[in-house]
């Protein structure tokens, strides 16, 4: 099969944990960050690779929004408020300037759980809203029949191997349309690895999980990624973001 011209990364927020569930986050958030190959490796990979330059003086750093977030290490000059504003103008630059379209789903875990006596893994849930979606693009695109990676990060043996369950039972046909996804295959990366792409998205997965959480809460993250979800006539809602129940 030929190679299309997209390559998709994908990364995660929250937990699929039904059993224990965090008050303060109660949700499981995916992101698919789908890059057209041309503008990625031209565009979005220099963007990154300078933003590293100049603030670490070497690239052998990954963005990641825990590390943003509550800055140690490396990150602690984040802790000086005005090199932090300076920093996050520069990365909020990166990712608005990225030509990306983002295809999210948001699985509310609390009432999943109200709602079923055993309610699906949340992140098999949403794993098949965002195929379903994805590849939708992707005939959208003239590209279902060509091959696409979609790259995640590796989380353990046991867990990887349900979640390439899920995905080939949700492409082979287990899905809303009935569709078969031929065209998709799913790669695993090594926790850690720097992949500007899986770092990008990575940085929009809270974001949007704080959108759908806290609605009227000032998302100044939300606020520059919400352009770039998959949009149809009446907007992203259920369109490129599937917020379950």
Not at 204 to 232: C, E, M, Y
Request: aromatic share 12%; with cysteine.
């Amino acid at each position: 099969m030929k190679g299309s011209d997209y390559i998709i990364y994908v990364d995660e927020s929250g937990d699929a944990n039904v059993d224990k569930i965090d008050p303060q986050y109660p949700v499981f958030v995916l992101s698919f960050c789908i890059f057209e190959k041309e503008s990625y490796f031209s565009t979005v990979s220099p963007s990154i690779q300078r933003l590293k330059f100049k603030y670490f003086n070497h690239d052998n750093v990954v963005l990641h929004e825990r590390d943003i977030r509550k800055p140690e290490g490396q990150w602690k000059f984040l802790n000086k408020a005005e090199k932090r504003e300076m920093f996050l103008g520069d990365l909020t630059r990166v990712i608005a300037d990225a030509p990306m379209t983002i295809v999210a789903a948001v699985i509310k875990k609390n009432e999943l759980k109200q709602r079923y006596a055993y309610p699906d893994n949340p992140y098999e849930t949403a794993l098949r809203f965002c195929l379903e979606r994805t590849h939708r693009f992707m005939i959208e695109q003239g590209q279902a029949d060509r091959e696409t990676f979609i790259l995640t990060e590796a989380r353990g043996r046991v867990e990887d191997n349900l979640l390439k369950e899920a995905f080939q039972t949700t492409v082979a046909g287990a899905n809303y349309g009935l569709h078969k996804m031929s065209c998709f295959r799913l790669m695993f990366a090594a926790k850690g690895v720097n992949l500007g792409g899986m770092q990008i998205a990575d940085l929009t997965a809270r974001p949007i999980g704080l959108s759908v959480l806290r609605p009227q809460q000032s998302n100044r993250a939300f606020d520059i990624i919400k352009s770039k979800i998959r949009s149809g006539p009446k907007g992203y809602g259920g369109y490129g973001l599937k917020v379950f129940p």
